[in-house]
C-alpha cells in the first residue's frame, strides 16, 4: 500500500479539483485553450461585415446616426441580393434627431423580412438580469415579426471573452444568440423551428443554456457602412451571403476582450458574433468536455500511470512526459474534433502524483543509503582487513577500524599522522608512502607488490597493501583509503606448499622435482666450469622384507634414519635426494675424476652398511642395512639429465646383483644386459597374454601301499614349438618384476579346470598342488583367486593344494597364518615347501592350519650316506605326525633312498625314481 500512496495522491488531487475547480486551476485552463486555439479559414460563404468604422462616422457624422440611416443600408443590402441581415446594434430608444426614421427603419426591416434584431441582458433594478427592451416602434405588432437574436457574451474569470451560449432568455433560455438566430434563418432545414420574435414579456430572471466555444477565424469579409452606401457597386459581394451590421469603430464600446483577437487584443463584438456565425455553418464550433469527462479522463490518466510495467527509473520519464499529456489531449481533440477537454485538473493530479512518488523514492534511497552506511559500516567493523583513512594534505588518519587498531595495538591512530602512528618498519613505511603519493598524483588505485612489515609484540607480520583515492562529493580529492590484509599464515602455508612440492613428506630430503632443478644447475655449472660430478643411485638391498615383517611404519623409521646418515655423510654442495621408495640419487659436484668418485661411492656403502638401531618407540630394535650403489660420471657418461639418471639406474641394478653390497660403475655391458632383461620381461607379459604357459605334472606316490596320491604341477613356458623354457629360466624375473602374482593367479585356475576335466572324463582325480611365491602370500587378493577357482570348475575343494615355501610362511608369520586360515576355511590343503632350508619357529608351525610337510631334497639326497640327513630327516617325520601332518620327501631319486625313506615312515614319495614332471597326455595315464 506504501508503493501506491504516490498514485492514490494523485487520484485524491483529481476529485478535489474536480469538485471544487479551485480559480487558479481554472486559469490554467484558460490558458491552455489559449495556446491550443486553433485558427480557421473563412467557410466557402463566409459572412460578410459592413462596419461601422472609423471611416464611416467621419464620412456619415458621429454616433449614432439616424434611423433611417439603417434603414437606407437595409434596403441596399436587399436590392443587392442579401439573404439575410443581422443588426448587432441596440434599438432599445427612439430617434430623439428624427423620430419618424423609426418607423422607416420598421417598414425596411418589414419590407426586407430576413433580418435578426439584438436584443441583450441588462442589471434590473432587483438585482437580476433580464433582456433589454426593444424599441417600441420595432416591437409593435404592425412592424411585422422578426426574429430575434441575443448578444450575451460569456466572459470568462479573466474577463475575456471565448464562447457564447446558443440559447438564453427571460426565465426560459427560448431566444437563440444572433448568430444562431442567423444560422436558423439562412438554413433551410432548421426553417420549421421556432423562431423567437419581437414580443413584450413580463421581465423575468435571464437564463442561459448550450454553451459553446468559438474557434479562432480569419478572412472575414468587411466593408465600410459608408463604402456601401456611396458605392453600391460594392455590395456584389453580399448577394446570397448573411451580412452583420456593426460597430467596428474605437471608443463606441463594442470591443471584446477575447484571444480571437489574435495578435489584436480586443474583436469588435459584430466580428464575434460574425465569427460564431461562420463556425456554426461550417460546423465548428467547440463543445466543452463536462466536468465528469475531464475527472475520468484524469482517473485514466493516473491510473495508467500506475500500472505501466516500468522501472522506478523509467516511471519517472514516463511520469514527466505525461505531465505535457494531458495538454497534448486537448490540442488534439480541439484541433480535430471541436471539444475542449481542460487539461489542468489532470495534469495538476499528475503532477502531485509525481512529487509523491518522488519524495517516496528519496525517502527510499535515503533509507537505503542510510541501510547501506550501516552494513558498511558493520563491514568495515566485522572484517579482518585493515581499513584506514587519510587525509590529501597531511596524511593524517581521519578513520580506523577495529582491525586496524589491533594491528597498530596500543597506538593511538585517529587524528595521527600515518607514518608515526602505525608500527610499519622503515622500509615498508617509505614504499607505503610512495605507493600513496603516486594514488593521490594519479587518482587510481595501487596495489603494493611487495608484502609489508608490521612490527607486533609477538613478531614481524606480513601484511599485503593496497590504496586508493578517496574523492568528495564534489569530486574533488579528499584523501586515500588503505587496506591493510595480514597474509602472515597463507604466506607461511604457501612456502610449506613450496617445500612440500619440492621436498620428500617423510625424510626432508630434496624430491624428484627439485633434484632435477638441481641436477640441471649442476650439468650447466660442469659445461661452464669443465668440471667433473658423478650422480650415484642408491638402493638398499632386502628394504622390502623390513616392510612386509616388520611394517611400514617400521620401514619408515628406517628411511628417515639412513636419510639423516647420508646428509650427514655429504657437502653442504651436494645434494641427497629420495627418488622414491627405499631409492635415493646423491649429486656429488667437484669431484676428482673416477678415483674421487669411488671414495665416496665406498663411503656411500660402508654407511648403508652400518647396522640401523631404531628409537624407543620401536624398543630400539637394530636391523641390518646393505644398499647398492650404481655410478655415473658427468661429463663422461652423458650431459643429459635423463640418459644420466638412467645409465646410473641401472648400474645400480648391476651392482645388485653382486653377492655382497658393492658400488658399479656404469658401463656399456650393464646396458646390454639390461636390455635383454627388459626385453624378457616383456616377452614374458606377451606369453601370459597369449597363453603360452603351459603345467606339467609330478606324480607323488604312498610308501607303504605304492599308488598315485598326488601331483605336483609345475610351470613351464613355450617359448618356441621347439624351446620349452623351465622356470629357473624366468621365476627370478618373474618375482622382480610382479609377474608372479599373475603367473601363480593362472596356475591355479588351469590347475583346477584340468581336475575338473580328469572328472568329466571319467579319471579317478588325484590332488595336485600348486606352488605358491611370496609375493602371492603377501597379497590378499590369493584368497579371492582360489575361491573363484573353485566357483568356476565346482571341483571339491581337496582336490586342489597349495604349497608355500618355509621361509615364505616365516616373512610374516602373522599375516601369512592369517591368509593360509581364509584358505583353509575354503576346504583347500595346504603344504609347507622345502622344509628343513629356512628359519621356522616351532611356535609357529603348530599354528599353520597345514596338513603337510615336504622335506626338501638337500636332506634326501645324502640320506643313505650322510647321519646328520639322516636324523634330521627322521626327527622331521616324527615332528610332523607328532603334530598329527603327512611328509612328503621330494628327490628320491635311488631305491635306497626309497627304502630308508619307507623304514622312517615316511608318507609319501616324490622325485625321478616314481617320475619325472610330465605333460598332460602322459601324466594322464597314470590315472
Known amino acids: 500500500m506504501r508503493r501506491q500512496a504516490w498514485w492514490l495522491a494523485g487520484l485524491g488531487t483529481a476529485l478535489l479539483l474536480a469538485w471544487w475547480y479551485p480559480p487558479g486551476v481554472h486559469r490554467l485552463d484558460l490558458l491552455a485553450y489559449d495556446l491550443l486555439l486553433p485558427t480557421r479559414p473563412a467557410s466557402a460563404q463566409p459572412p460578410v461585415v459592413v462596419a461601422i468604422d472609423d471611416a464611416s462616422l467621419a464620412a456619415l457624422g458621429r454616433w449614432p446616426w439616424p434611423r433611417a440611416l439603417h434603414a437606407q443600408m437595409l434596403d441596399r443590402l436587399h436590392e443587392a441580393g442579401a439573404r439575410s441581415i443581422a443588426i448587432a446594434v441596440l434599438f432599445s430608444e427612439p430617434d430623439r434627431l428624427d423620430p419618424a426614421s423609426d418607423a422607416a427603419l420598421a417598414a425596411a426591416i418589414a419590407r426586407h423580412g430576413q433580418v435578426v434584431l439584438a436584443v441583450a441582458p441588462a442589471l434590473q433594478a432587483d438585482g437580476q438580469l433580464d433582456s433589454v427592451a426593444l424599441l417600441p416602434a420595432l416591437a409593435t405588432p404592425g412592424s411585422g415579426s422578426h426574429p430575434l437574436g441575443h448578444v450575451d457574451v460569456e466572459m470568462d474569470l479573466d474577463g475575456q471573452s471565448r464562447g457564447l451560449y446558443l440559447q438564453a432568455g427571460n426565465g426560459r433560455a427560448n431566444l437563440p444568440a444572433l448568430a444562431m438566430a442567423m444560422y436558423q434563418l439562412a438554413a433551410p432545414s432548421t426553417a420549421a423551428q421556432p423562431q423567437a420574435t419581437a414580443s413584450l414579456r413580463t421581465p423575468r430572471a435571464w437564463v442561459r443554456s448550450q454553451e459553446v466555444l468559438l474557434p479562432r477565424i480569419a478572412g472575414l469579409p468587411t466593408l465600410s457602412f459608408a463604402q456601401a452606401l456611396q458605392s453600391p457597386e460594392r455590395l456584389a459581394e453580399v448577394k446570397g451571403r448573411a451580412v452583420f451590421i456593426g460597430i467596428t469603430a474605437r471608443g463606441l464600446g463594442g470591443e471584446l476582450v477575447t484571444p480571437l483577437a489574435g495578435p489584436q487584443s480586443t474583436l469588435p463584438a459584430v466580428l464575434f458574433h460574425a465569427e460564431a456565425f461562420d463556425a456554426l455553418q461550417s460546423q465548428a464550433l467547440i463543445q466543452r468536455a463536462s466536468a465528469l469527462t475531464g475527472l475520468v479522463f484524469a482517473l485514466l490518466a ?8 516500468l522501472r522506478s527509473g523509467r516511471r ?12 497534448l489531449v486537448s490540442g488534439l481533440l480541439l484541433a480535430y474534433t471541436q471539444l475542449w477537454l481542460p487539461p489542468a485538473v489532470p495534469s495538476v493530479a499528475l503532477t502531485v502524483a509525481l512529487v509523491f512518488w518522488v519524495a517516496g523514492k528519496l525517502r527510499a534511497v535515503n533509507r537505503q543509503l542510510l541501510r547501506s552506511r550501516q552494513h558498511a559500516q558493520a563491514t568495515l567493523q566485522a572484517i579482518d582487513d585493515a581499513v584506514i583513512t587519510i587525509d590529501a594534505v597531511h596524511q593524517s588518519i581521519r578513520f580506523a577500524n577495529p582491525s586496524a587498531q589491533r594491528q597498530a595495538g596500543e597506538q593511538k591512530l585517529l587524528g595521527q599522522p600515518l ?21 593521490l598524483a594519479q587518482r587510481s588505485r595501487v596495489y603494493l607488490p611487495q608484502f609489508l612489515s608490521l612490527q607486533t609484540p609477538h613478531g614481524v607480520r606480513a601484511l599485503r597493501a593496497t590504496t586508493s583515492p578517496l574523492s568528495s562529493p564534489e569530486g574533488q580529492l579528499d584523501g586515500a583509503v588503505l587496506v591493510f590484509s595480514d597474509v602472515t599464515e597463507a604466506v607461511a602455508a604457501a612456502r610449506e606448499l613450496d617445500y612440500a612440492a619440492s621436498h620428500d613428506a617423510l625424510t626432508g630430503l630434496p624430491n624428484r622435482t627439485q633434484l632435477h632443478e638441481r641436477l640441471t644447475l649442476t650439468l650447466s655449472r660442469v659445461q661452464r666450469r669443465g668440471s667433473q660430478a658423478a650422480i650415484l643411485f642408491l638402493d638398499l638391498d632386502r628394504f622390502k622384507h623390513i616392510n612386509d615383517s616388520l611394517g611400514h611404519r617400521t620401514g619408515d623409521a628406517v628411511l628417515k634414519v639412513l636419510a639423516l646418515r647420508l646428509r650427514e655423510l655429504c657437502r653442504d654442495t651436494d645434494t641427497v635426494a629420495r627418488w622414491g621408495g627405499d631409492e635415493f640419487v646423491l649429486v656429488l659436484e667437484d669431484v ?19 647396522d640401523i638401531v631404531l628409537g624407543p618407540q620401536f624398543n630400539h630394535m637394530r636391523l641390518p642395512s646393505a644398499g647398492s650403489v650404481g655410478v655415473v660420471l658427468v661429463p663422461q657418461d652423458g650431459c643429459e639429465m635423463e640418459e644420466l639418471l638412467s645409465k646410473a639406474d641401472m648400474a645400480m641394478y648391476r651392482a645388485k646383483a653382486q653377492p655382497r653390497a658393492s658400488f658399479q660403475f656404469w658401463s656399456e655391458d650393464i646396458n646390454t644386459r639390461l636390455h635383454d632383461r627388459l626385453a624378457l620381461e616383456i616377452e614374458l607379459r606377451q606369453a601370459l597374454r597369449d597363453d603360452l604357459f603351459v603345467l606339467h605334472y609330478q606324480p607323488q606316490f604312498a610308501f607303504q601301499n605304492p599308488r598315485l596320491v598326488g601331483m605336483e604341477a609345475l610351470m613351464r613356458w613355450q617359448r618356441t614349438p621347439d624351446q620349452l623354457v623351465m622356470p629357473s629360466g624366468f621365476i627370478e624375473i618373474a618375482e622382480e618384476s610382479d609377474l608372479i602374482v599373475d603367473m601363480g593367479a593362472w596356475a591355479v585356475l588351469q590347475a583346477a579346470r584340468q581336475v575338473a576335466q580328469w572328472l568329466q572324463a571319467g579319471h579317478q582325480a588325484v590332488p595336485i598342488a600348486v606352488n605358491v611365491s611370496a609375493r602371492q602370500c603377501l597379497n590378499r587378493d590369493l584368497v579371492q583367486v582360489v575361491r573363484l577357482a573353485l566357483l568356476e570348475t565346482k571341483i571339491p575343494p581337496h582336490l586342489l593344494r597349495l604349497e608355500i615355501t618355509e621361509t615364505t610362511a616365516m616373512t610374516d608369520a602373522d599375516q601369512v597364518i592369517g591368509l593360509l586360515r581364509e584358505i583353509r576355511t575354503l576346504g583347500v590343503g595346504l603344504s609347507v615347501d622345502d622344509f628343513g632350508t629356512g628359519y621356522s619357529s616351532l611356535a609357529y608351525l603348530k599354528r599353520f592350519p597345514i596338513d603337510e610337510l615336504k622335506i626338501d631334497r638337500s636332506f634326501v639326497m645324502d640320506i643313505a650316506t650322510d647321519k646328520d640327513d639322516a636324523a634330521i630327516v627322521r626327527a622331521t617325520i616324527a615332528l610332523a605326525h607328532g603334530l598329527g601332518l603327512k611328509v612328503v620327501a621330494e628327490g628320491v631319486e635311488t631305491e635306497e633312498q626309497s627304502r630308508m625313506l619307507a623304514a622312517k615312515q615316511c608318507d609319501i614319495a616324490q622325485g625321478y625314481l616314481f617320475g619325472r614332471p610330465q605333460p598332460l597326455d602322459s601324466i594322464t595315464g597314470l590315472l
Not at 426 to 439: G, H, N, P
Request: hydrophobic share 50%; aromatic share 4%; proline share 5%.
Open 316 to 327: 519517472v520519464l514516463l511520469a514527466g512526459v505525461m505531465l505535457g499529456l494531458p495538454l
Open 419 to 439: 607514518e608515526s602512528a602505525y608500527p610499519l618498519t622503515v622500509d615498508s613505511m617509505e614504499r607505503l608512502r610512495e605507493a600513496v603519493q603516486t594514488c
Open 592 to 610: 676428482d675424476g673416477h678415483d674421487g668418485a669411488a671414495s665416496a661411492a665406498a663411503k656411500v656403502v660402508e654407511a648403508l652398511s652400518l
Open 302 to 309: 493516473i491510473s495508467s500511470l500506475a500500472l505501466w510495467p
